[in-house]
């Protein structure tokens, strides 16, 4: 207190004015001088906003020396096919009204793998149990003919897929497509939630586009009637990595593609900082798993077979397809720098809330008249496909019923509180799997058995009761998974922990006793659940050849390693083989493979289909035999090449020691002395 009692205070504040007054007086202004700055600044923002408009962009870009749209011509509200359409009338044999057309995108699965393998038969039973349409399988062992060139099979998966979409007939340029490896890929959720997720992606990212790039640009256009297409659009959707394959120093596959929409501390300070791969987003393609338009996809193969048909060795379908998304992910950025500045982008980027991608030390040559525009983007948040290479710690299966679990969970992951775990509302509207399709008849086939057949009641088992493999830092619940893995323990332990276990027999029975006739015909005309492909079928699958073939030729042998359960061997689960063939006296197949007896067309037609079959298995088994005959030939030619080679060294070592030897001789004698007279002996003998 006696301090303060001596210090003035007016003196205080006046001194403490006059120094604050003297530290600011470089900083004072005239009003005039405040007022021209102010509208100079005004000015600019207009100046940026109005050459950068998020609407119209009306300049040369390299949209107008690169084609940049699409093949399709529906707009992205479109583009999904529709859910709930009104039924189109439906006669009572299950056949359509004369005159009445699919109005809306079919819905296709392709797997590609090799015969009688486990892997593919867990891939196509989770489709089944889920009531995706029937398969097509790609069997990537066969080998591709092509004119010039040798036989091309498994190493060369762009050109199985080029001949494949070449050949067929069915699909059309609209519809849906869905490729999957069977490199133990698990289907998770119903098809109707993985197509609703895949539309909104596109709407949403298509948005995301038209924010960064803008609209093409139209000399011709007025702006205030007509409005140009949107330059880069995205129509397929591939699985996220967290690693760049090939991994290439300053390649355009890994350097030139965006940056993860996922947040940049998802994984705390150390993400993306590469001390530890499991702690990158996932950022880059993986071409194990696919989905898009029909006429995007077969464009996008027909460019990596074209790059493939120009390399001395064909690439690996990850290696072409990762160029052809860097090469389009640069062409992006070059347009993107080469416009005029986008000033909000740019500030982003300044104050580094907007990652920028760094081209400067990439090159590539972007030819004149050559498409770089694909439509490709990866699945950032696991929405669709989960890719479980260094990510398999971020997913566990959480039953969302179970509170304490996904507190426990967000608190060991360490999962911000904004980042909730619930069930999403698609999967928590989505049909219950354990309703069973009509009532249970022993009549049915496969006839009903209480153990057999013993599914959870529907009241007491939904999806929130289910054991579901979340990505707990994303909060996605994907509809793939895509191990990636071939350790066997691994695999059997996360096969184990799907949430079809332990029914996957009995859900794949259900399966197959659900109704056809007017039900899936009038399904497959609106492109529904039942049968999305055209074609139909329930219960196997479709070869690249539209040649179909059942469940038990594919996967009987494999029961163990898909059911996991105690009934042996698939249709003998009673004792008997339901579906045995029993032929008459005339060789004429009276019952077995669908069971029941069976009437003249029926028969006709299965003896079709067995002849079928046996002339493709011979066909195969002679087009191995001559393989085997060539590859065997190949080798006797080659070691009798050898031999004759050998043995012509050997001639020729021999003829040169040979040679050797008569030269060393020669020389022998050449330098051997003249025989002189014996001086001793001539005078021993004159003596």
Sequence with gaps: MALLDRLDYDGVRDGVNAKLNSLSRPLRRSRRTKLLWAIAGALLVVFLMSRTSPHFTYIPDLSAEHPTQPLTTLSTDELAPAINPAPPKVDKDGTFASGVTKPNPSFHLIIRGAQKNPAICRTIFT??????????????????????????????????????????????????????????????????????????????????????????????????????????????????DKVCRPDRPYDASCFAVPYSNLPPDIYGAATDSGINLAWNRPRFLNSGSLIGTVADVKLLYERAAELNSKAAYPADEQQVLSQIYGEQEYARELDRRLSPPNWYIRMGELFGILPRIDISRIFVKLATGTRYEYGIGVDYKSELFFTMSYSDHDLVWLNYNNVSQLSSVQMIHRVPREARLNLPEDIASAKNPFIPPHPKTAESLPPYNASVDYLPAPQNASWYTLPLATDVHSTSIPALIVTNSTATDTLRTWWNHMWYHPYSRALLRKYLRSPRGPIAAEAALRGGAEAWDMRGGKGGLWTDNDEWIDWTMVCKGTEEEVFGDKWGKWGEELGTDYQAPVFNQFGMLVTGREGGLKTEEDRERERIEREKWEAQKREREERERIEREKEEREKKEKEEKEKAEREKREREKAEREKEGEGVKTENKLEDKPEDKPDIKQEEKKKG
């Design 127 to 240: 489709a089944m149990a889920l009531n995706y349409p029937p398969p097509t399988v790609l069997y990537l062992g066969d080998p591709i003919k092509e004119d010039g060139k040798p036989e091309l099979g498994k190493l060369d998966k762009a050109l199985v897929m080029h001949s494949y979409f070449t050949k067929n007939k069915h699909m059309k340029d609209d519809d849906i497509i869905m490729i999957v490896d069977d490199n133990d890929s698990w289907f998770q959720l119903p098809p109707q939630v993985l197509l609703q997720r895949f539309h909104k992606l596109l709407q949403r990212n298509n948005q995301q586009l038209t924010w960064r790039y803008g609209y093409r640009s139209n000399k011709n256009a007025d702006p205030a009637t007509i409005k140009s297409p949107q330059k880069y659009s995205q129509r397929i959707i591939f699985a996220a």
